[in-house]
């Protein structure tokens, strides 16, 4: 017998017949806080989520997941989803609830004909780099290899080749969903088209994604990529130099920023580790000769006190931050979408960056534009097309005693460069506190998506996650 918390709060007691019937008819296994195993399974990235579902159901395919979502339906247990676990908001682990555990649902294959991949729901961008570079190919992911695809790709998606071919989403040729009623749809423009705008960009809000397919394209193995590290006694020039250069950027070249301390890279004079930095961390997607043309001025400008850009391959540049992102510590994220960097938002940024946390915090400005931009806000559920920028603070530290110290730093740092930003938001860097901005954060597209809710998941099975609330619940 096990107390598992339901969708309404309260407790009920699955008797052990019922939870034998379960796991006998999952082909993975099933863990409760009892097992050896359950500790270690249930850790997420951010160490600073603490929360203990009662069950783990660890699925292995689609009817592993099916069987899953039927059990949770029968019992109205409250459920949460999982792909890799690197969510800053830690709403893949149901406290007292079912966790339905997809990483070991981590295949991908590619049909290297056709330039398309399969890739099942547990897997990490590093997984589906390392099969589609077999082959010279790669599909638009995020900037560090451990990231989960399915949650990176239910919220839209972007890193280093996004300028060149879009968000994550804008390749994704159809997905596999099990709904909240136990049916696996597959879902793509002509099949269930409004489910599959959905989950462009909706999150998890629509059902579980247990297979996706990306359209993939040609790049690397090469390509022109590293770092122009600068003082941050420089931070408001190398700024104001930076929105010029990135204005007229062609799309093969995304450059972002990072303001924090200088980490003990090799290529780096020792005096300058731990000392305030301004990195532009670049990548140029195509002919190597042509990328040196398009990062000469950024190279020219100024004293850097250290720069490593060069020929690199395309899966060791995707794994460049890994180092900076390790799991464990305790994170706590803000981030705005901007149009512009105004004067008034780089002194900001500036000054912010001069007094941050903790040695491990950092300020990103992610580069978009190119063809993320070039698709209509109302073509997938991901509003933010008109966002030139993302601005990411990466607060981290690691003693739970630094807790308030460094949460209340960063929601200042978000009050404060507010006025600068554009509305709508990128609902996979919201944390946990952030449910009250999700409508705002898909603007336009909040009613289609409550819409879409509501015929698919009118009781809100799906509530982990940063959620739209179905009409009936509002
Ligand atoms: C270090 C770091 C770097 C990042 N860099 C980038 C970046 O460069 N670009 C970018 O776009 N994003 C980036 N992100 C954000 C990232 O996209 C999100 O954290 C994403 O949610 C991670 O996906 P996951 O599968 O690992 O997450 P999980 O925590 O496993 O899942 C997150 C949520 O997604 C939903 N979900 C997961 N799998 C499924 C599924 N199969 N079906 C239905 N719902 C599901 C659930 O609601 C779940 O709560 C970064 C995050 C981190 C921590």
Redesign the pocket.
């Given at each position: 017998m096990v107390a598992i918390k339901t969708r309404k709060g309260s407790e009920t007691l699955i008797e052990q017949g019922a939870l034998d019937e379960f796991r006998s008819g999952l082909g993975g296994e099933t863990l409760t806080l009892e097992d050896a195993a359950y500790g270690e399974v249930r850790e997420?990235?951010?160490a600073m989520i603490d929360s203990r579902p009662a069950l783990i159901a660890r699925c292995r395919d689609a009817d592993d997941v099916v069987h899953s979502v039927k059990f949770a339906r029968a019992h109205d247990l409250l459920i949460?989803?999982?792909?890799?676990?690197?969510?800053?908001?830690?709403?893949?682990l149901a406290d007292g609830g079912l966790l339905i555990d997809?990483?070991q649902m981590a295949a991908v294959e590619i049909n290297a004909e056709a330039k398309t991949a399969r890739v099942e729901?547990g897997a990490?961008l590093g997984d589906v780099d390392a099969a589609a570079q077999t082959f010279g190919l790669a599909t638009p992911?995020?900037?560090?290899s451990?990231?989960?695809?399915?949650?990176?790709t239910?919220?839209?998606?972007?890193?280093w080749l996004s300028r060149s071919y879009g968000?994550?989403i804008d390749n994704l040729l159809s997905a596999d969903?099990v709904t909240a009623g136990g049916d696996l749809l597959t879902t793509s423009e002509s099949n269930h088209p409004d489910l599959f705008w959905g989950?462009r960009g909706g999150?998890?809000?629509f059902?579980?994604?247990?297979s996706f397919e990306y359209r993939l394209h040609e790049v690397g193995p090469e390509l022109l990529s590293g770092l122009i590290v600068h003082d941050a006694g420089d931070a408001v020039a190398a700024l104001e130099f930076y929105r010029e250069f990135a204005a007229q950027a062609p799309d093969e070249l995304t450059t972002w920023v990072v303001m924090r301390k200088a980490p003990p890279l090799p290529f780096l004079d020792e005096a300058v580790h731990g000392t305030d930095v301004v990195l532009f961390a670049l990548l140029y997607n195509g002919d190597i000769a042509d990328g040196e043309e398009a990062v000469a001025s950024l190279r020219a400008f100024g004293s850097p006190v250290g720069e490593h850009v060069g020929p690199t391959p395309y899966v060791d540049w995707q794994q460049a931050?890994d180092p900076l992102?390790t799991p464990g510590a305790r994170?706590y994220w803000k981030s705005h979408n901007f149009g512009e960097l105004s004067d008034q938002t780089i002194n900001i940024l500036v000054a912010y960056a001069q007094d941050l946390p903790s040695g491990f915090s950092e300020i990103f400005i992610?580069q978009m534009g190119g063809e993320t931009s070039r698709i209509a806000a109302d073509a997938t559920a991901y509003v933010g097309r008109d966002a030139a920028f993302v601005l990411n603070v990466?607060t981290r530290w690691e003693d739970p005693a630094d807790d308030d110290r460094c949460v209340a730093w960063a929601r200042e740092f978000f009050d404060a460069t507010l006025p600068g930003a554009i509305d709508g938001a990128?609902v996979?860097?919201m944390t946990a506190d952030e449910s009250g901005r999700v409508e705002a954060a898909y603007g336009a597209n909040h009613e289609r998506l409550v819409a879409v809710k509501d015929h698919y998941d009118p009781d809100n099975m799906?509530r982990?996650?940063q959620n739209i609330a179905p009409s009936g619940t509002r």
């Amino acid at each position: 017998m096990v107390a598992i918390k339901t969708r309404k709060g309260s407790e009920t007691l699955i008797e052990q017949g019922a939870l034998d019937e379960f796991r006998s008819g999952l082909g993975g296994e099933t863990l409760t806080l009892e097992d050896a195993a359950y500790g270690e399974v249930r850790e997420i990235w951010n160490a600073m989520i603490d929360s203990r579902p009662a069950l783990i159901a660890r699925c292995r395919d689609a009817d592993d997941v099916v069987h899953s979502v039927k059990f949770a339906r029968a019992h109205d247990l409250l459920i949460s989803v999982r792909g890799a676990g690197h969510n800053i908001a830690g709403n893949s682990l149901a406290d007292g609830g079912l966790l339905i555990d997809l990483s070991q649902m981590a295949a991908v294959e590619i049909n290297a004909e056709a330039k398309t991949a399969r890739v099942e729901p547990g897997a990490t961008l590093g997984d589906v780099d390392a099969a589609a570079q077999t082959f010279g190919l790669a599909t638009p992911t995020g900037i560090n290899s451990t990231t989960g695809i399915a949650g990176l790709t239910l919220g839209g998606g972007f890193g280093w080749l996004s300028r060149s071919y879009g968000l994550t989403i804008d390749n994704l040729l159809s997905a596999d969903v099990v709904t909240a009623g136990g049916d696996l749809l597959t879902t793509s423009e002509s099949n269930h088209p409004d489910l599959f705008w959905g989950i462009r960009g909706g999150g998890g809000n629509f059902g579980i994604v247990t297979s996706f397919e990306y359209r993939l394209h040609e790049v690397g193995p090469e390509l022109l990529s590293g770092l122009i590290v600068h003082d941050a006694g420089d931070a408001v020039a190398a700024l104001e130099f930076y929105r010029e250069f990135a204005a007229q950027a062609p799309d093969e070249l995304t450059t972002w920023v990072v303001m924090r301390k200088a980490p003990p890279l090799p290529f780096l004079d020792e005096a300058v580790h731990g000392t305030d930095v301004v990195l532009f961390a670049l990548l140029y997607n195509g002919d190597i000769a042509d990328g040196e043309e398009a990062v000469a001025s950024l190279r020219a400008f100024g004293s850097p006190v250290g720069e490593h850009v060069g020929p690199t391959p395309y899966v060791d540049w995707q794994q460049a931050f890994d180092p900076l992102f390790t799991p464990g510590a305790r994170n706590y994220w803000k981030s705005h979408n901007f149009g512009e960097l105004s004067d008034q938002t780089i002194n900001i940024l500036v000054a912010y960056a001069q007094d941050l946390p903790s040695g491990f915090s950092e300020i990103f400005i992610a580069q978009m534009g190119g063809e993320t931009s070039r698709i209509a806000a109302d073509a997938t559920a991901y509003v933010g097309r008109d966002a030139a920028f993302v601005l990411n603070v990466h607060t981290r530290w690691e003693d739970p005693a630094d807790d308030d110290r460094c949460v209340a730093w960063a929601r200042e740092f978000f009050d404060a460069t507010l006025p600068g930003a554009i509305d709508g938001a990128y609902v996979n860097f919201m944390t946990a506190d952030e449910s009250g901005r999700v409508e705002a954060a898909y603007g336009a597209n909040h009613e289609r998506l409550v819409a879409v809710k509501d015929h698919y998941d009118p009781d809100n099975m799906f509530r982990l996650n940063q959620n739209i609330a179905p009409s009936g619940t509002r």
